[in-house]
């Protein structure tokens, strides 16, 4: 009983801390950055960049001193000249956005579960078999979670190393002779999303490791009444 109480309550901690890095991810301009770039083979950390989703920051020394341009990667998807790929762009989109949708649904669940202990942790809770509440449930929606979350870092990994570390420069940036090759690392925003990814998968251990006990408890108990039962005759 201990392990499933602890287990579920624990659930919603980390559902709670998943849904909170994932959106901080999501509204972040830090999935990938720049801290130097190089001009005509030198590099100079007043050549800088960084990115999210939505926006980002272009800071390029044009022998004037260095200048910030904020650019829409929307905008830049829309000419034509982006650094990543349209159509992996919707599906990274796709994938967060369903993931805060199966998160939010797994929330709910949780929440409903933390509510079904009485007075003294006495569980009311229906069968574990039930997706619509019980730790199957959220072991259901977590892992819808996981998954989600996890297609998104994959993608945005696999641009990464196709063409992020490459280039994040307009033409017109490199024929004045600016380049990012080498340069540009993963960000903070990412990893907020892997930690996302890992605090969801946290729960659906933990259930396992509970159901595991309840089973076990289960046998246990069935066992000791058919030795009574022996007994008896």
Known sequence: ????????????????????FASSAFHTDFWILSDVMRRNGTESNKNQMNSGLFHGIRQLDWAFGPKRKHFSVLDELQSGVSFIDRNVWFALLLS??????????????????????????????????????????????????????GICAALFLWQF??????????????????????????????WLLISAVLAQFAPCVLLFWALKGRKKQTNEEQKSKEQDTVFLY
């Open 161 to 190: 190393f196709i063409r992020f570390r490459h280039n994040v420069l307009l033409s017109e940036h490199i024929s004045a002779g600016f380049s990012s090759e080498g340069c540009v690392r993963l960000g903070f925003s990412f």
């Open 96 to 149: 967060i956005g369903l993931g805060f949708l199966w998160n939010i649904v797994g929330l709910s669940v949780t929440v409903k579960n933390c509510t079904k202990y009485g007075n003294g942790g006495k569980k009311i809770m229906p069968d574990v078999g039930t997706v619509i509440v019980g730790p199957l449930a959220i072991c259901f929606w977590g892992t819808l979670t996981t998954v989600s979350y």
């Open 1 to 20: 009983m201990f392990r499933e109480r602890f287990s579920v309550f624990a659930s919603l901690f980390l559902s709670v801390v998943s849904l909170a």
